[in-house]
């Protein structure tokens, strides 16, 4: 700025202003002097420039206009608008979400269905009287192999990978809606600043997180259940039903329609609705106090490896301990015959009345040992793949 007016032939007058006036004069000056001169003098018309500069000599004020508007009173600049600047926003914020999300849920699936299988047996009474977590694992292992083991795999590791894209998609889309709430009636300088969730804005992203998901969620679920189910039966020497997911899939729209695919979808908001406020809570509590303890500031820093896998080992297993009471409902009513319950709180009462309030938490331990390593593997692939894609930033 100041080289601009030195350049000029009443670069003088300017000074005596500058030092006869206040500091107020002078921006007001500087702001209307840039605004204006920078979008009538160009520089491909020097005759024009001669012209404006001719002009404006004689219009600097002399030290008795300089001594009346030291005496008026002093207002705050206008600012223009070609001076105004606007905070920088990432739009990429979503996808980058979407993406690392689809990461982190590929990764849930290949560590974690063995002991999925296991839980979805327990449930649905495919394991026998006092059986163990790891008694199940390693008969499955003995009879029909690590393909045993991955039974059924295809289907949420075809859906999980999209889900946990729109799960995490929607989780920022969540932070961002919470965001706006908080900030309503707030001046644009104070939006421009840091937006720090508390934890309960945090725990309703979550909650909103669980609506879009549920939509690619419940027919996969469905779809999962009933393979894992089907080998139950082979195991007792029945007959295979199914060939695949394809086939189930086709099998299921071909029997009942787009409905009987979406059987359980409000088991699956019941169970989800509660388990994404634990699971997306627990993880950014854990990550912000592991963050304190090594000394790291949760606005700047950066978790390490471990601590991640740690964070989200606990997201996981909270999520589980909250929600599997309906996931047990979830379980029994997407494999159950049709017509066979009249809806999910037949299933409950059914449930209580065979086999007590124990049968709610049945596959607890499977869902929690699995919970851990599963959702550990999980946050990793998706901070992994969210700091590869920080260019998108």
């Known amino acids: ?98 993406i690392s999300g689809g990461v982190g849920g590929a990764c849930c699936v290949l560590v974690g269905h063995p002991l999925d299988l296991v839980k979805v047996r327990m449930q649905t009474g495919g394991a026998s ?28 590791l075809t859906a999980v990978t999209p889900m946990f894209a729109v799960s995490f998609w929607s989780y920022d889309i969540g932070q961002q809606l919470v965001t706006s709430v908080g900030q309503w009636g707030m001046s644009p300088d104070e939006k421009a600043r840091p937006y720090n969730l508390s934890m309960t804005e945090i725990c309703m992203a979550g909650a909103f997180s669980a609506i879009p998901t549920t939509g690619i969620m419940a027919p996969s679920e469905r779809i999962k259940c009933l393979l894992q189910v089907q080998a139950n039966e082979v195991e007792r020497g029945g007959k295979a039903k199914y060939t695949g997911m394809v086939d189930c899939a086709r099998s299921v729209l071909r029997e009942g329609g787009i409905a009987s695919l979406y059987k359980g979808t409000v088991a699956t908001l019941a169970r989800d609705i509660p ?50 009471p309906a996931d047990v409902i979830k379980s029994r009513y997407q494999t159950a ?38 959702n550990a593997a999980c946050f990793l692939g998706m901070e992994v793949s969210k700091s590869m894609l920080s260019f998108m930033d």
């Open 337 to 374: 015959p049709e017509g066979k319950y009249s809806g999910l709180y037949d299933v409950y009462k059914t449930l209580i009345k065979e086999e007590g309030y124990g049968g709610l938490v049945k596959g607890m331990r499977p869902a929690l040992i699995r919970a851990f390593p599963a």
């Open 275 to 324: 388990g994404t406020v634990a699971y997306f809570g627990t993880y950014e509590l854990a990550k912000k106090e592991l963050m304190k303890f090594q000394g790291i500031d949760p606005n700047r820093g950066q978790l390490s490896p471990i601590a991640v896998l740690t964070a989200g080992g606990l997201a996981g297993m909270a999520c589980w301990g909250v929600s599997i």
């Open 1 to 98: 700025m100041l080289e601009i007016l030195h350049s000029l032939p009443f670069h003088y007058s300017i000074h005596k202003l500058l030092y006869q006036s206040n500091s107020q004069h002078l921006i007001s000056l500087a702001h209307s002097f840039t605004c204006h001169h920078s979008q009538s003098i160009s520089p491909s018309s020097p005759s024009k420039q001669e012209n404006i500069m001719s002009t404006t000599t004689s219009e600097i004020p002399s030290n008795t206009m300089v001594a009346q508007l030291e005496s008026q009173p002093q207002s705050a600049p206008e600012q223009h608008e070609c001076c105004k600047s606007q905070p920088k926003q990432s739009s990429f914020s979503a996808l980058k979400s979407f």
């Open 129 to 156: 009287a006092g059986s163990s977590v790891f008694g199940m694992l390693s008969n499955t292992l003995a009879k029909e192999g690590v393909r045993g083991l991955y039974r059924g795999v295809s289907a949420p």
